[in-house]
């Protein structure tokens, strides 16, 4: 079993974990199938909106994409999250992203 199948099969327990979907995500990404990377990446947006990791990725995606409302959205959103958490390497991360792409 590879490790996408993995995924798949630990997914097949627990549907709704997030970590295991972001994983499956960046699985998609890695075979260049960013349309099933971003379909997982707002499902665990809409349903687990506090699942940290999600931000920076889907904010980098959606902006390879063209789709920089959203991106810049995502960013704002996982800073305030960053903030929220008490995640200062999370938060300048995305600072850092947000001054490149929208300052």
Same mark, same amino acid.
């Given at each position: 079993?590879?490790?996408?199948?993995?995924? +798949?099969? @630990?997914?097949?327990? =627990?549907?709704?974990?997030?970590?295991?979907? &972001?994983?499956?995500? $960046?699985?998609? #990404?890695?075979?260049?199938?960013?349309?099933?990377?971003?379909?997982?990446?707002?499902? +665990?947006? @809409?349903?687990?909106? =506090?699942?940290?990791?999600?931000?920076?990725? &889907?904010?980098?995606? $959606?902006?390879? #994409?063209?789709?920089?409302?959203?991106?810049?959205?995502?960013?704002?959103?996982?800073?305030?999250?960053?903030?929220?958490? =008490?995640?200062?390497?999370?938060?300048?991360?995305?600072?850092?992203?947000?001054?490149?792409?929208?300052?």
């Amino acid at each position: 079993m590879n490790r996408k199948e993995f995924i +798949i099969s @630990e997914l097949k327990n =627990n549907a709704k974990d997030p970590f295991n979907q &972001y994983l499956l995500a $960046l699985e998609y #990404l890695k075979e260049n199938n960013r349309g099933e990377a971003i379909s997982l990446f707002n499902n +665990i947006y @809409e349903n687990s909106p =506090n699942y940290l990791p999600l931000y920076y990725t &889907y904010a980098i995606n $959606l902006i390879e #994409l063209g789709d920089v409302d959203k991106a810049k959205e995502m960013v704002k959103k996982g800073i305030e999250l960053a903030a929220l958490l =008490n995640k200062e390497k999370v938060k300048s991360e995305l600072n850092q992203l947000f001054e490149l792409y929208f300052d």
